[in-house]
């Protein structure tokens, strides 16, 4: 079973960086996207970006021009660069991979989780 990786993440306050690194313990065949979500407290999980194999990238309304996603598909890694952290950046952030199983049918790989708290 593979396993994915999360480091980074931890305390920062308001107007400052932090980033994120998510590395697939394991090979991933036929990877179609890697992408990031968080959960903040009492929130349901919410995309913050994706990356699709071909290089599409997809950011949420709230980080856009915030936070950049990358990956390092020869490390099967990715990665999630956040400036201008805002108090309401505070959330677990988990990484996720989708891989194609079959026609209409994927595999997603979670992360264990890390915290981003974002003081004021």
């Known amino acids: 079973q593979v396993q994915l990786v999360e480091s980074g993440g931890g305390l920062v306050q308001a107007g400052g960086s932090l980033g994120l690194s998510c590395a697939a313990a394991g090979t991933i065949l036929h990877i179609v996207a890697m992408g990031w979500y968080r959960q903040a407290p009492g929130k349901q999980r919410e995309l913050v970006a994706t990356?699709?194999?071909?290089?599409?990238?997809t950011y949420a309304d709230s980080v856009k021009g915030r936070f950049t996603i990358t990956r390092d598909n020869a490390k099967n890694t990715e990665y999630l660069q956040m400036n201008s952290l805002k108090p309401e950046d505070t959330a677990d952030y988990y990484c996720n991979i989708r891989a194609y199983t079959g026609i209409n049918q994927w595999d997603d790989y979670w992360g264990q989780g890390t915290q981003v708290t974002v003081s004021s």
């Open positions: 990356i699709t194999s071909g290089g599409s990238i």
